[in-house]
C-alpha cells in the first residue's frame, strides 16, 4: 500500500533533486477531462489479440522507496511471465550508475515540469487516483507516484491491480507484434513486424524501440534495504533508444509493416563505470511497442504538476540469448521472496544468465507469496536448476522427487541447497531417492555450526573457508557411491556439502545448509560468487553443448546475394558468451569458409550470402561451453543459387507400353520443388526426339499437384507406330525449365519372316520374357545361357506351358521366330551404359546401346574377345556370318551377337 513519506524528508530530496523531484507525498489528482476523456486515454478496446501490458518505471539508484517498487516490479514480473508483462526501467538521474543519456528525456514524455521517483505507468497511463483508500471513480489507476521506504512489499496490491486490469477478458489488442533479433560481433539487429488485426481508431502512432539488460549489478549498493539501503541487482535496465517510427497513415485493420534496427552493443553513452561499459550480450533485450502521440493531460494536486496519458496498443519483448539455468524457491517459509534476492545478487555477480521461477497465485497478496513448484515441462528446457529449500520441513513433493528424477535422466544438472533435505528425506521414508539422485544419505542433524570449510584441491571449494551457516540445523550428510566431499563443518570431518557425477551428461551439487540465504554479496564478500560460479562451472563440465541446425535445411535453396537467417538450437547449463562459430561449404564440405566467429548464442545469424551458385552447399555451427567442450552440427547438401534458379529436375523412372500395347506410359517422381517456394513447379512438360539428344518437340504437359509421383500417356506411339522415340520430361516453374536426367524411350525393331538374332537398348519396367515379347505375335525366343553348363538354351514359347526362359534384359541376344514379318517394339529407359558379362568361351549378348560407332574391333581391343559373329539372314544354314577376320562392320542397334571370349572378362558399353 502507498503510504505517506514524511515532509522533511520530501523536502530534503527535492531540494537536492530540484529537475526530478522525489515524490513525497501522494496524492489525490483531478482529471482535466471527463471520465470518457480519461477512458480513451487508456487505449481502445475490443480487439481480438491478446495484450501485452507494457510497464515503465522511473527509478534511481540512490532512492529508498524505489528499492520497494524496485521488488515489487521484479516479482510481479516472475509472476505475471513474459508472456504478460513488458517491463522497462528507465534511470534518468545523471547521478545514477545505471544512467545513460539516451533515456534522460524519456519521462518528459509523460510529465510537463517535473517527475517523481519511483513512478509506475502502465500502458501509457490512465485515471490516477491518489493513495490506495481512494475511490476509483474512472474504474482504472494506471500510474503509482511515490512510495515506501518503510516496507518492502507495500506496493504489490496497488501494482498488481494495475497490471491485472489491463489483462482482463475485455482488454484486447488490435494489432500484434512480432519480433526477431540477433548479435553478430558488437552489433545487435532486430526486425519487427506490426499486424492490424482489427480496426485502429487512434491515429499519430508511434513505433518505439527500447534496447534493455537485465542482471545489472549495483557494485556499490553494501546495504540491502531500509532507510538508504540500495537494490543489488536492476533487471530490464534501458541503456539504448533507438529511433522511432511513425505507422504509414491510414494504418488500419489487415494492414502489416516492418522495421529493421540496428544498434551497437556497449559502450552505452552514459556516466557509468569502466566495468559496466561493455554488456554482457547473453543479458540483452529489445522491447518494441506501439502508442500514440495524442497526449491527454491530467493534474495532480498538491503541487498541481500536469502529466499526461499516452495510450499504448500493445508491447513485445525480446531477449537474444534463452537463459540456460533456472532459479527455484523451494523453501515454503519464504513468503517475502527474499531467497530469491540473495540468490539473484551472486549469480548477477557471476554473469550466468538464468531466470526465476515464480507463479501468480490468488492468495498473493502484499505480505504473502504463495507458489507452485515448476513441472517437468518447466524445467525441461534448462541446462541446470539451482534449486535452493532454505528451513523448509517439507522440502520435496513427491511430484517434486519424480521431476527432478526424470530431469536428472534426461541431461540436466541440478544444484540443491537447504538444511532439511536430509532429515525430510528420513522421515518421509524417501531416503532411497535422496541417495540415487543426490548421491547422499542423512547422518544427524548436526550440533548448532556457524561456518564451513572447503576441500583441498576440490574444484568447487579448494581455498574456501569461514562459509557462513545460516540456519539453526544444518544437516550432516555422508556421500553415497561416486560422490566426493566438497564442504566440511568447520572443525570437523562431518560433511556439509557434495558433488557427484550422475550419468554421463549431468552432475548434482547438494550443500546440507542455508548459505547464500545469509550471506550478504556486497563487493568484498567473493566467496559466495565463488562458489556459485565454480559450482556452475563444475556442472557444465559434464559434457559439451547439445546443438541443432533447424535453418537451412536439406534439399531446400537459399538465394545468392541476399540476407539469410541461420537458425539454430543449443543447449547446455552455460555457453560461452563467445561460444558460436558458423562455416558454410560450397562443395559438399571439401572445404569450408567462415561466416562467424565469437558469436553469442542467440539461436539465429543473420548471413550475408555469397555471389556463387552450387547445390552441393552445408552449414556447420559449433558450440563451445564455458568450459571449452564443444559440439558441432551441419546441414545436410542444400542449394544456394539467383533468384531464376532453375527447379530441381524430375526423376524418370520407368516407360512402358499400355493401352493394348499402342500406347507409351511414362512414370516419374516429382520435382524436390513441386509444392513450395518461389520456384514451385506447376506443371511438367513432356518432349519427344527421333534421335537420342536430337531437336526436342513439345507433345505434352501434365499439371504439378504436389503429388509425390506422376504418370503421364503418349497415345498411339506405341506398337503401330514405325518410329523409335526418345521421350523427355522437364519442371516448369512458370519462368524456368529443368529437364529430367533420365531417358525414356520406345525402340522398333523390323522382323523378317523366320528367325532373327535380337537384342533392345533399353531398361525395360517389366523384365518378364512375355512382357518383353508383347508385340510378336508367336512370343518365341530361345537365349544361350553361358553360365549355365548343365543347360546352356533357354527358351521361351507363348503357345507352351513349360518354359524356362523367364526374363529377358538388354544384357541378352536371343534368337526370336516370327511366322510373318512383324516389328519388336519395347518401351524403357535408356541406360547411360551397360556392363556386359562374358563367360570363358562363346556367348550370345545383346548390344544395349544407341551409338553408332562400335566395332567388333572396339570390343576386341578392350576386352579377351577373339571372334565374333553377327546375323546374317542370307548366310546358311545357321544365319551367322563371322566379323572377326575384318572386324570393321558396325553394331546395330537391337541385334544380337555371338562372342567367344579366351577368358572371363566384362565388356563396358557405353
Keep these: 500500500m502507498k503510504t505517506r513519506l514524511t515532509y522533511v524528508w520530501a523536502m530534503i530530496l527535492t531540494a537536492v533533486f530540484v529537475s526530478s523531484a522525489f515524490a513525497g507525498f501522494s496524492y489525490v489528482s483531478e482529471s482535466s477531462g471527463s471520465e470518457e476523456t480519461n477512458e480513451t486515454a487508456i487505449g481502445s478496446r475490443g480487439g481480438s489479440t491478446p495484450r501485452k501490458v507494457l510497464l515503465e518505471k522511473i527509478t534511481a539508484d540512490w532512492c529508498p522507496p524505489c528499492v520497494s517498487q524496485g521488488h515489487t516490479i521484479k516479482r510481479l514480473e516472475h509472476e505475471f511471465g513474459h508472456e504478460n508483462l513488458v517491463v522497462l526501467s528507465y534511470h534518468p538521474s545523471s547521478s545514477d550508475e545505471f544512467f545513460v543519456t539516451d533515456i534522460a528525456s524519456r519521462p518528459w514524455f509523460y510529465a510537463e515540469t517535473t517527475y517523481y521517483y519511483p513512478t509506475v505507468i502502465i500502458d501509457g497511463g490512465g485515471p490516477y487516483t491518489g493513495d490506495d483508500n481512494a475511490p476509483s471513480p474512472n474504474g482504472a489507476e494506471l500510474w503509482d507516484i511515490g512510495g515506501s521506504t518503510t516496507s518492502r ?53 508511434k513505433v518505439r524501440f527500447m534496447v534493455y539488460q537485465n542482471h545489472n549489478y549495483h557494485r556499490d549498493a553494501n546495504t540491502r534495504e531500509n532507510g538508504a539501503g540500495h537494490q543489488r541487482v536492476y533487471d530490464r535496465v534501458v541503456r539504448k533508444v533507438l529511433n522511432e517510427d511513425s505507422l504509414p497513415s491510414g494504418f488500419d485493420m489487415g494492414d502489416s509493416v516492418e522495421y529493421h534496427k540496428s544498434f551497437q552493443v556497449g559502450p552505452w553513452n552514459g556516466t557509468e563505470p569502466d566495468s559496466h561499459v561493455t554488456a554482457d550480450k547473453r543479458n540483452l533485450g529489445v522491447a518494441v511497442f506501439v502508442q500514440t502521440d495524442n497526449r491527454n493531460m491530467w493534474t495532480l494536486t498538491g503541487p498541481g504538476y500536469n502529466f499526461y496519458n499516452a495510450p499504448v496498443l500493445q508491447a513485445e519483448s525480446y531477449d537474444f540469448v534463452e537463459p540456460t539455468v533456472l532459479l527455484v524457491n523451494g523453501d515454503s517459509t519464504d513468503t517475502m521472496d527474499e531467497g530469491y534476492e540473495r540468490f539473484e545478487d551472486v549469480m548477477a555477480k557471476t554473469g550466468i544468465p538464468f531466470d526465476v521461477w515464480d507463479t501468480l497465485e490468488l492468495g498473493d497478496s502484499n505480505v504473502q507469496n504463495l507458489r507452485t513448484m515448476p513441472g517437468l515441462a518447466d524445467i525441461a528446457k534448462y541446462g541446470a536448476l539451482v534449486w535452493f529449500t532454505g528451513e523448509a520441513t517439507t522440502t520435496f513433493s513427491p511430484t517434486d522427487r519424480t521431476n527432478l528424477e526424470m530431469y536428472l535422466g534426461a541431461g540436466g544438472s541440478l544444484f540443491i541447497t537447504g538444511e532439511d533435505i536430509g532429515q525430510d528425506a528420513q522421515g518421509g521414508a524417501w531416503s532411497s531417492w535422496l541417495l540415487a539422485n543426490l548421491h547422499a544419505s542423512f547422518v544427524s542433524d548436526t550440533v548448532p555450526q556457524t561456518t564451513a570449510d572447503g576441500v583441498f584441491t576440490d574444484p568447487i571449494t579448494n581455498g574456501l573457508s569461514g562459509l557462513d551457516v545460516f540456519d539453526s540445523s544444518p544437516s550432516r550428510i555422508s556421500e553415497g557411491l561416486g560422490a566426493n566431499q566438497i564442504l566440511v563443518y568447520a572443525g570437523t570431518a562431518n560433511t556439509a556439502g557434495l558433488r557427484a557425477t550422475h550419468d554421463a551428461d549431468s552432475r548434482v551439487v547438494y550443500i546440507s545448509f542455508d548459505y547464500f540465504e545469509g550471506t550478504d554479496t556486497h563487493p568484498s564478500d567473493t566467496n559466495a560468487e565463488a562458489v556459485m560460479d565454480n559450482t556452475v562451472y563444475w556442472l557444465d563440465g559434464v559434457a559439451p553443448p547439445t546443438v541443432q541446425i533447424t535453418r537451412p535445411t536439406a534439399g531446400g535453396l537459399v538465394l545468392r546475394e541476399t540476407e539469410y537467417t541461420i537458425e539454430w538450437w543449443a543447449h547446455d547449463v552455460e555457453i560461452a558468451v563467445d561460444g558460436v562459430d558458423i562455416e558454410y561449404t560450397t562443395d559438399g564440405g571439401l572445404s569450408w569458409n567462415p561466416v562467424t566467429s565469437g558469436e553469442v548464442n542467440d539461436e539465429a545469424h543473420y548471413w550475408s550470402v555469397p555471389a556463387v551458385s552450387s547445390s552441393d552447399c552445408k552449414v556447420k555451427i559449433c558450440v563451445r561451453d564455458s568450459n571449452g567442450q564443444q559440439s558441432c552440427d551441419e546441414t545436410g547438401l542444400f542449394r544456394i543459387g539467383t533468384p531464376n534458379f532453375p527447379p530441381e529436375p524430375p526423376l524418370l523412372t520407368g516407360a512402358y507400353l499400355s493401352g493394348g500395347s499402342s500406347d507409351v506410359t511414362l512414370e516419374w517422381v516429382g520435382s524436390a520443388d513441386d509444392g513450395g517456394g518461389f520456384n514451385d513447379v506447376v506443371e511438367y512438360d513432356i518432349y519427344t526426339s527421333p534421335t537420342l539428344g536430337g531437336p526436342q518437340s513439345y507433345v505434352g504437359s501434365k499439371p504439378a499437384t504436389g503429388a509425390a509421383t506422376y504418370s503421364w500417356a503418349c497415345m498411339g506411339c506405341g506398337d503401330g507406330d514405325p518410329n523409335t522415340y526418345f521421350f523427355y520430361v522437364w519442371a516448369d516453374d512458370g519462368e524456368e525449365v529443368t529437364q529430367s536426367s533420365e531417358v525414356a524411350g520406345k525402340f522398333v525393331r523390323p522382323l523378317s519372316a523366320g528367325w532373327n538374332l535380337v537384342s533392345f537398348p533399353l531398361a525395360p519396367t517389366d523384365t518378364s520374357a512375355g512382357t518383353v515379347l508383347q508385340t510378336v505375335a508367336s512370343g518365341r525366343a530361345v537365349y544361350y545361357d553361358a553360365a549355365d553348363q548343365a543347360d546352356h538354351w533357354k527358351s521361351h514359347d507363348a503357345g507352351q506351358n513349360i518354359n524356362d526362359l523367364g526374363t529377358l534384359d538388354r544384357t541378352m541376344g536371343f534368337w526370336l521366330y516370327t511366322p510373318v514379318p512383324d516389328d519388336f517394339v519395347i518401351a524403357g529407359l535408356v541406360p547411360t551404359s551397360t556392363d556386359i558379362d562374358l563367360k570363358k568361351g562363346w556367348n550370345l549378348i545383346g548390344f544395349p546401346s544407341f551409338s553408332t560407332v562400335y566395332t567388333i574391333q572396339n570390343v576386341m581391343a578392350v576386352t579377351d574377345v577373339s571372334e565374333a559373329e553377327a546375323f546374317d539372314p542370307a548366310a546358311t544354314p545357321y544365319l551367322l556370318r563371322d566379323i572377326s577376320p575384318v572386324g570393321s562392320d558396325l553394331m546395330v542397334t537391337g541385334y544380337g551377337y555371338w562372342m567367344h571370349s579366351t577368358s572371363v572378362d566384362t565388356w563396358i558399353v557405353l
Excluded at 169 to 182: A, F, H, V
Excluded at 186 to 202: C, N, S
Design 153 to 205: 512489499y507495500s506496493r504489490y496490491n496497488v501494482n498488481r491491480g494495475m497490471i491485472e486490469q489491463e489483462l482482463g477478458p475485455t482488454e484486447m489488442s488490435n494489432i500484434t507484434i512480432e519480433l526477431s533479433g540477433n548479435i553478430t560481433g558488437d552489433t545487435g539487429y532486430v526486425h519487427a513486424r506490426i499486424t492490424a488485426t482489427d480496426p485502429i481508431t487512434e491515429t499519430n502512432l
